[in-house]
Nanobody
Framework: QVQLVESGGGLVQPGGSLRLSCGAS????????MGWYRQTSGGQRELVAS???????GYGDSAKGRCTISRDNAKNKVYLQMNSMQPEDKGGYYC??????????????WGQGTQGTVSS
């Protein structure tokens, strides 16, 4: 059973930074794409950043050059560095990992989320 666990959320002042991490239980496998999504009070999750196993990176509009995603394939971990955070960046941050087809029991995994709050 593979599980994703996020950490690193918290309360920061405007202009502050958060570094989120997401790790997967288990070993002996490799994810395809991994990414971070932000869920607002409206319940919709929007892409913040994604990165494939080959290192191809994509950023959502909310990143605005302030976010950096990285991953460690060997450790099945993905990170999100968020700088210059503003109140609009608040929300639950969820980690998502896509399995390589036919390699795991599920085709995608979601973490439980970690809360990011920006307030003065």
């Amino acid at each position: 059973q593979v599980q994703l666990v996020e950490s690193g959320g918290g309360l920061v002042q405007p202009g502050g930074s958060l570094r989120l991490s997401c790790g997967a239980s288990g070993s002996g496998f490799t994810f395809n794409a991994m990414g971070w999504y932000r869920q607002t009070s409206g319940g919709q999750r929007e892409l913040v950043a994604s990165i494939t196993r080959g290192g191809t990176i994509g950023y959502g509009d909310s990143a605005k050059g302030r976010c950096t995603i990285s991953r460690d394939n060997a450790k099945n971990k993905v990170y999100l560095q968020m700088n210059s955070m503003q109140p609009e960046d608040k929300g639950g941050y969820y980690c998502k990992a896509d399995a390589i087809a036919g390699k795991l029991d599920r085709d995608e995994y979601w973490g439980q989320g970690t809360q990011g709050t920006v307030s003065s």
